[in-house]
T-cell receptor, first 116, second 111 residues
Framework: KAGVTQTPRYLIKTRGQQVTLSCSPI?????VSWYQQTPGQGLQFLFE???????NKGNFPGRFSGRQFSNSRSEMNVSTLELGDSALYLC???????????????FGEGSRLTVL | QKEVEQNSGPLSVPEGAIASLNCTYS??????FFWYRQYSGKSPELIMS????GDKEDGRFTAQLNKASQYVSLLIRDSQPSDSATYLC???????????FGTGTRLKVLA
């Protein structure tokens, strides 16, 4: 069974630009979450999508947005990049079924973003 | 802000010893607790989940939960050098699919 796939794996942008990251969840998983990981702050929750709807949102500015498609694939976008946005962005899928919380998150390898 | 706190370490233990990793959380309503292991340069992987007070054992790993004290721990018995990694404690925010992660404890098992 293929794991969570994230693209691109590495990217370099300059301040003010925007970036789109992609995530393909494990087949059959309908929940996709996004996390930002930095050395100082650790893993911080960005948002979670289920059935193409954002269900939960973390404490990030509106420059961070996302969406989910009917095939459960998800994208996140960061506009007007700042130096502090440099981080590893991790996508995680979960076999969530409706309201049931199965708990387990399966993480992709991440997209490492460097903002210059 | 709901928080999850861990000692950043590094926690160094000799091979074969018991490694004890601790985590405290602030949200009294939390019901689901998880331990993830993250090797350097890799993504986190789930090693234990625990939902009820007490101990839960899986091979060399034992998770312990005390909701009254808002405390979760992970014991690794017979520690191996391959256990050297960062261990992340995660707590589910009750009623949501949001998880709060601690910043992790770096474990070093010395051969």
């Amino acid at each position: 069974k293929a794991g969570v796939t994230q693209t691109p794996r590495y990217l370099i942008k300059t301040r003010g630009q925007q970036v789109t990251l992609s995530c393909s969840p494990i087949s059959g998983h309908r929940s996709v979450s996004w996390y930002q990981q930095t050395p100082g702050q650790g893993l911080q929750f960005l948002f979670e999508y289920f059935s193409e709807t954002q269900r939960n949102k973390g404490n990030f500015p509106g420059r961070f947005s996302g969406r989910q498609f009917s095939n459960s694939r998800s994208e996140m976008n960061v506009s007007t990049l700042e130096l502090g946005d440099s981080a590893l962005y991790l996508c995680a899928s979960s076999p969530r079924q409706g309201g049931a919380n199965t708990g387990e998150l399966f993480f992709g390898e991440g997209s490492r973003l460097t903002v210059l | 802000q709901k928080e999850v706190e861990q000692n950043s370490g590094p926690l160094s233990v000799p091979e074969g010893a018991i490694a004890s990793l601790n985590c405290t959380y602030s949200d009294r309503g939390s019901q689901s607790f998880f331990w993830y292991r993250q090797y350097s340069g890799k993504s986190p992987e789930l090693i234990m989940s625990i939902y009820s007070n007490g101990d839960k054992e899986d091979g060399r790993f034992t998770a312990q939960l005390n909701k009254a004290s808002q405390y979760v721990s992970l014991l690794i018995r017979d520690s191996q050098p391959s256990d050297s990694a960062t261990y992340l404690c995660a707590v589910n925010v009750s009623g949501t699919y949001k998880y709060i992660f601690g910043t992790g404890t770096r474990l070093k098992v010395l051969a």
